[in-house]
């Protein structure tokens, strides 16, 4: 796929790992016409949880996520690969994730195996860190997708794994390649999401209208704009300060679905990956704290 950077790098010159295939041009058509906008579809489902949960208010956007999420589950993993796609499954997630346990487990699931893959890509990698991100916290005390009225997901959701199975397979599947992860334009973003979730906090980036929490994931990132040429920031100027990892706040994560103490091993076994053995040499860490994408992951995992 177009949208790898530096694969070779992170598994050491092999390809021996899973590739999704390439994402089925009608599934997209099918999700891109689906009549959904993330902000509408909060609103529809914050009302219908103010209401009792009323069967004949369920939300209706809510509805065709789910239903999108059931049908498409097979090709999250190839869709996540593709500039339009991508942005139709974070946009599932972000209506979905929050609302539902299952429809977390579901898209999770969708990427086991292939994690590796997705983390080196432009697009995939986003997808990770949504799903990752939103599959932890819930906005509403029961999962909705399993009301009365809402679609039915198939009989495959009572053998998937629990939503912490998924993130230990997760941890599993990227500690080998942690420490070339940790350089990778995209891997080390996937892995300082993947350290907050183990660690059960979130980064909260300071901005003139106050801490706002930083989203992995861009549900419309759109195409590639053309540069511009930069200002040189006067003295007093903060803006570009705001986003740093060193910066940012670190508050201890609210209505977590799992407790930060059930990852205490994955948390600890990443970190070795990540950091290396004793034995090894001082200044291996060195590079990798002086490395402008392992540097702000370093910064969060001490933090």
Request: glycine share 8%; hydrophobic share 40%; proline share 5%.
């Amino acid at each position: 796929m177009g949208g790898e950077i530096g694969v070779s790098k992170v598994v050491d010159g092999s390809s021996a790992y899973n590739r999704p295939r390439r994402p089925n041009a009608d599934t997209i058509n099918y999700l891109r016409g689906l009549p959904l906008d993330v902000d509408a579809a909060k609103n529809e489902i914050s009302l219908f949880l103010e209401s009792g949960q009323q069967a004949d208010d369920f939300p209706q956007s809510l509805a065709a996520a789910i239903s999108a999420v059931d049908e498409v589950r097979l090709e999250i993993a190839s869709l996540a690969g593709d500039e339009l796609g991508s942005q139709c499954i974070e946009t599932l997630a972000h209506i979905c994730s929050p609302f539902s346990e299952t429809a977390s487990r579901v898209l999770l699931s969708a990427c086991s195996g292939y994690h590796l893959h997705l983390a080196t890509h432009r697009y995939g990698s986003h997808v990770v860190q949504s799903i990752l991100q939103l599959a932890v916290s819930s906005m509403a005390d029961d999962d909705i997708a399993l009301h009365s009225e809402a679609p039915p997901f198939g009989s495959y959701v009572e053998n998937l794994p629990s939503l912490q199975a998924l993130i230990e397979e997760m941890v599993e599947e990227l500690s080998p390649s942690a420490p070339q992860l940790a350089i990778h334009v995209c891997g080390s973003h996937v892995l300082r999401t993947l350290l907050c979730v183990l660690g059960g906090v979130d980064l909260l980036a300071s901005g003139p209208q106050g801490d706002k929490k930083i989203d992995s994931g861009a549900v419309l990132r759109g195409r590639t704009k053309s540069k511009k040429k930069k200002k040189k920031p006067g003295a007093d100027d903060s803006s570009g300060a705001s986003s740093h990892a060193g910066t940012m706040r670190i508050v201890y994560r609210k209505n977590s679905r799992i407790s930060m103490a059930s990852f205490a091993t994955q948390l600890e076994d990443l970190t070795r990956s990540l950091l290396g053995k004793p034995t090894d040499s001082p200044g291996e860490l060195q590079q990798l704290a002086c490395h402008p994408s392992a540097g702000p992951l370093l910064i969060v995992l001490l933090r």
